[in-house]
C-alpha cells in the first residue's frame, strides 16, 4: 500500500531540500537566509514569544502577566528547562554525520 501523496507538499519539500543543499544543510546559514528572506519581503511576520499583557484590570488593580501559549507551557518548567539543555549539549557533542542506510536496514533485520 502507497500513502497519499500531496503535490503541494511535495513541492514544499522540494523546494526546502533545495534551498537546504544551496547551504550545505548547515543549520545556522539556512537560518540566516530565511531571516534575511523574511525581511526582504516586507511582510509582517508572527511573533509567538510570549508578551507582557500590560492592562487587565481586576477591581482596579492593574496587573501585569506573561502570556504563554498553553502548548509552550511544560517547557518552561525546570525539568524540560534542564532536558533541553541536556539534549542540546548532546547535538554539539555528536554532530550529524552520513547515515549508511544499507548497513542500517541490515542491523534492524530489513530486507530490501
Known sequence: MTMWEDPIVEEVRKVREEHAARFDYDLDAIYKDL?????????????????LVQEIRDSSTLKHAAVVPGNEQGLREPEMQERLARAEEWVRNHPARETDLEKLESSLGITS
Do not use: F
Not at 531571516?35 to 511576520?45: A, C, Q, V
Open 35 to 51: 531571516k534575511r528572506l523574511e525581511r526582504e519581503s516586507g511582510r509582517e511576520m508572527v511573533n509567538l514569544k510570549p508578551r
